[in-house]
């Protein structure tokens, strides 16, 4: 067994442990490998041992890496920020985008959509905790970007992503994780359809599931530590 295979096992037996601890199904979470500046070999490696979707900080490194890893079935998330200038290769390459926080980024991406790929599965990500250095809506803005996204042709609004600061203790960390479950809640109260809590890393993946994460994105405990980026 490979160290990444090997390093997979353990995560999904922290995932199925935290399931069992907050009386869910394992199926209810999935395990999202954040490959952002690993090669093409360690997506992989990751693949044998089952791993099928992937997330990537980096668009031009990631769509190099998705176009040599063509022929393997495999499902790519936009996890890192999209300027303007790089809609279009998201809307290109991706599957999912989960970092979407302005209508203009969601029309552009809707616009740029190729004919013949089905709808591009966005996640809006929400500044929850308010750190001033975060990108992200405002909680408070959330519900109508949720029902402008809503009505773009070529999206499917999926639900919310949110990279709170980390916490010092369980508790700490779940915090604003519950706070972003309690959002999800209310904006399918009101009516907005959504599936999908992006939330939740390596430091803090059992408090996210605690509070309800359905997607984990996991990159650390799987690959080890990153490789520095050049530039």
């Known amino acids: 067994m490979t160290t990444i295979a090997a390093n997979l096992q353990t995560v999904r ?18 395990l999202l490998a954040v490959s952002k500046t690993f090669g093409p070999e360690e997506v992989r490696e ?21 176009g040599l890893l063509s022929g393997l079935a495999l499902e790519w998330h936009c996890i890192g920020p999209i300027q303007s200038n790089k809609t279009r290769l ?10 979407v926080d302005r209508l203009k980024i969601a029309q552009r991406l809707s616009e740029q959509r190729p004919e013949g790929k089905p709808p591009l599965c966005v996640c809006i990500q929400v500044n929850i905790d308010g750190g001033p250095s975060k990108s992200g809506a405002a909680p408070g803005e959330v519900a109508e970007l949720a029902r402008e996204i809503a009505r773009l042709p070529n999206l ?50 059992e408090a996210a599931v605690a ?3 359905t997607m984990v994105r996991v990159g650390t405990a799987i690959f080890g530590g990153r490789p520095k980026k050049e530039g």
């Open 13 to 30: 037996g922290r995932i199925a442990a935290a399931c069992a601890r907050a009386q869910r199904q394992v199926e209810e979470v999935t």
């Open 46 to 66: 990751a693949h044998a041992a089952g791993q099928r979707a992937f997330g990537e900080n980096y668009i031009q490194e990631a769509v190099e890496k998705i």
């Open 90 to 99: 998201v809307a290109q390459h991706f599957d999912w985008a989960h970092t």
């Open 156 to 205: 499917r609004l999926r639900g919310l992503m949110t990279i709170p600061e980390p916490g010092a203790d369980f508790e700490a960390q779940k915090a604003p994780h519950e706070a972003a479950a309690a959002l999800f809640r209310q904006l399918r109260a009101q009516g907005i359809e959504m599936d999908t809590l992006s939330m939740g890393m390596t430091a803090d993946l």
């Open 211 to 213: 509070a309800g994460s």
